[in-house]
């Protein structure tokens, strides 16, 4: 009676992902590297089709042939250790998952080497946090597609189920590709964050409104376009008080150090971005906004010495000041995809992984972290056009553009005239004002580097090469 699929990993998402497993029907090895996780979480489980192992080779022989075996564990080394360990012990045409957040360069070099045992590898991402992976994750495996068809019929029954019934999982494309995917599923989610936390502060800060107001604001936004798992649980966030405190009218957000961690998927997409020549300024400017925020006593020191504007300098804000924020964090959210979608297409070409971008936004639509009621438009929109180049050509992200650009750069300048930074909020109205322009003064840039260099430029009457004699030579 060997198992049907195996999980090694018992930190909390590999443990509900195996329940999740279990829960359709199907009987889970599990397996730790220090024992007692295994047995403990098998002896809370008595009730469920787990099979502990405590050898990994006899969790490998406790599976059905071909092997499918989900690795949940560490992303770095831990993996490459474990894959060594498991490339010994398994056959040809067995299949390892990858279920962490593994850099995309790991998973192809991963990849590579296991195909040279005739093993399979998928690396897949897995959206949704410790409640996603038990209840319904969005899954983004990338690999070989043989080995994806090997583990479809599992993957479709646990992964989250949109609205209209699909489940959120789909063959993302070659080697790396699924933890590509995920990596800028990240970056979406920290741009999301950090368009939230800025308007958050600015209604704070320069409205005056109190955290209660603020609870109420943002669910009443989740109400609208913005309606969004981020939104509701910054609404949730916002009415929480101290627990660690006696009066009971603290809110916990006041209790928390503003430093905001990372872990690096949001940075690798930036630092791809970098490498494949996409113009992702927006999650750049929010893995920016992280790295400032650790930088609190320099902060402190600075909020002594560095004055902001002068009280007679600032501006009031409009009495439509908070429909006008919702109007300006919905056009930044949209022009954070546009780019992120970008970014895919490049990455695509430059990798030929062939995505599916519709495919990307409709797995998107439930369990993951990113998951909002928009990103039916983002499916929608490449449903009506599979090659759209940009989201902003889609005439319905171009009408929400242009009906809100107005509150975005309000919203802005309000920010930057009181003094509260706004780094991801004006990268997008930067973005699309760039986006847009007829001319940029990348010709000055070219003058100036033909003058010093004698770099060339080209011309916008003729082709070719051209090198201005800026001066004569000595
Ligand atoms: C998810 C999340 C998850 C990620 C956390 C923390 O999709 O479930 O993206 O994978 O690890 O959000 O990320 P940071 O610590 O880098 O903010």
Known sequence: NQADIGVIGMAVMGKNLALNIESHGYTVSVFNRTSAKTKSFVENHEDKN?????????????????????????????????????????????????????N??????????????????????????????????????????????????????IAAKAHDGTPCVTYVGPNGAGHYVKMIHNGIEYGDEELIDETYNLLRNIVGFNVDQLSKIFAKWNQGELDSYLIKITADILSRKDDLSSDQSVPIVDMILDEGENKGTGRWSSEDAMAIGAPQSLI?????????????????????????????????????????ACQALYFGKIMSYAQGFVQLEMASKTYKWHLKYGKLAQIWRAGCIIRAKFLQKITDAFAKKPNLQNLLMDSYFAGIAKKYQKSARKIVALATLDGIPVPCLSAAVSYYDSFRAKVLPANLLQAQRDYFGAHTYHRIDRPGTFHYTWYKEE
Do not use: C, W
């Open 50 to 102: 787990l099979v502990p192992s405590f050898k990994l080779t006899d969790f490998v022989n406790s599976l059905k042939a071909p092997r499918k075996i989900i690795i949940m564990i560490k992303a770095g080394k831990p993996v490459d250790n474990i894959l060594n360990q498991l490339a010994s012990l398994l056959d040809k045409g067995d299949v390892i998952i990858d279920g962490g957040n593994a």
């Open 104 to 157: 995309f360069h790991d998973t192809i070099r991963r990849s590579a080497n296991l195909t040279k045992d005739g093993i399979y590898f998928l690396g897949m991402g897995v959206s949704g946090g410790e409640q996603g992976a038990l209840h319904g994750p969005s899954l983004m495996p990338g690999g070989q597609e043989k080995a994806y068809e090997m583990v479809k019929p599992i993957l479709t029954k």
């Open 284 to 324: 750049t400017e929010s893995v920016f906004a992280r790295f400032i925020s650790m930088m609190k006593n320099q902060r402190m020191h600075a909020a002594q010495v560095l004055p902001g504007p002068e009280k007679k300098d600032q501006v009031k804000p409009d009495k439509d000041v908070v429909e006008e």
